[in-house]
């Protein structure tokens, strides 16, 4: 808890004497609680004033602003892009997002990845959506990848896939000295089919290092929480971030 | 203590080994992948017969597509 974090927001009666102690809560402006745990727990008590629409706060763990709309806490400042969830892996078969990243919240989300390392060169990183933890692996999923190479400006392909049992992201290098993923899905949360668009760097097979761009969807109307993205054979390191588009 | 038997997972923060259901369509997505590598190699190899015979190298095939 840092110099400014605070644990109440206090409320004050006529006629009361108020100490140092009692300004120095209120003297940062906006207050400041460690977590959304301690902000919750600094509204509503005995002498502590009721939540209500217009109220800020700031987050130290997660280092944000956010204001009270009347029933719920949001970012008080839109980026466009907001921040979701990430993090590292080491030679994992897959990395399954936390249950929850895709909510109503937002409609569409942003995945960065970035490949440090793999088991096995030459090799597809798919993904697929997922539910209440549980990948969805029906063969509902389409994709496409293609793109240029690096030396001749040749035309390579990554691969493609109809009613395939996974989607691709793009095709890792051999050998494979790096790879990043940008992709963008769109609806993965509302009943309706889930579309993606990716750019990444990647290549085919027997085809020097590549850049490529596709795209896809899962055909079927399932409302996913989540998503997965793991290598079609061996293991992955790397990072990743998980952004929502901003709807308004 | 991760599991070493089954192949370890992000899940969220936690890296854990595969549950059961996990575990089994990772075996089946493995046995795809392994089919699908067999056809890639053998369509590797028609490429590289096909460019043989027509004594043309990958670069002049990619110059004439291109």
């Keep these: 808890m840092g110099a400014n974090a605070v644990t109440t927001v206090p409320v004050y009666v006529s006629g009361e004497v108020l100490t140092a102690a009692d300004l120095n809560i209120t003297n940062s402006g906006i207050p400041v609680f460690a977590t959304t745990t301690t902000r919750d727990a600094g509204f509503g008590g005995t002498g502590e004033k009721t939540l209500a629409q217009g109220q800020y706060a700031y987050i130290e763990a997660t280092s944000t602003l956010q204001v009270y709309n009347g029933s719920a806490w949001v970012t008080a400042v839109s980026t466009g892009l907001t921040y979701l969830t990430g993090g590292s892996f080491t030679t994992v078969a897959a990395v399954s997002l936390t249950a929850g990243t895709f909510s109503s919240t937002y409609r569409n989300y942003l995945i960065n990845i970035n490949i440090t390392a793999n088991s096995s060169d030459a090799n597809a990183l798919n993904w697929r959506g997922r539910a209440s933890g549980t990948d969805n692996s029906t063969a509902n999923y389409s994709f496409a990848l293609g ?10 392909s990554g691969g493609n896939g109809a009613s395939a049992t996974a989607g691709r992201l ?17 609806a993965p949360q509302l009943a309706s089919a889930t579309s993606f668009v990716t750019s990444s760097t990647g290549r085919g097979v027997g085809d020097p290092d590549a850049a490529l761009q596709g795209g896809g969807y899962f055909s079927a109307s399932t409302q996913f929480d989540a998503l997965s993205f793991y290598p079609a054979t061996g293991t992955i390191s790397g990072t990743y971030e998980v952004f929502g588009y901003a709807i308004s | 203590m991760p599991s070493a038997d089954k192949p370890q997972i992000l899940d969220g923060d936690t890296v854990r080994a595969m549950t059961d259901l996990e575990s089994a369509q990772y075996e089946k997505d493995q046995a795809e992948y392994a089919s699908q590598s067999k056809v890639d190699k053998a369509r590797a190899k028609l490429k590289q017969t096909t460019l043989d015979k027509l004594g043309l190298t990958a670069e002049e095939v990619s110059a004439l597509l291109s």
Excluded: E
């Design chain 1, 147 to 156: 793109g240029r190479r690096y030396s001749d400006g040749a035309a390579t």
């Design chain 1, 170 to 186: 793009t095709y890792m290098q051999n050998p494979m000295t790096g790879c990043v993923v940008s992709a963008t899905f769109f």
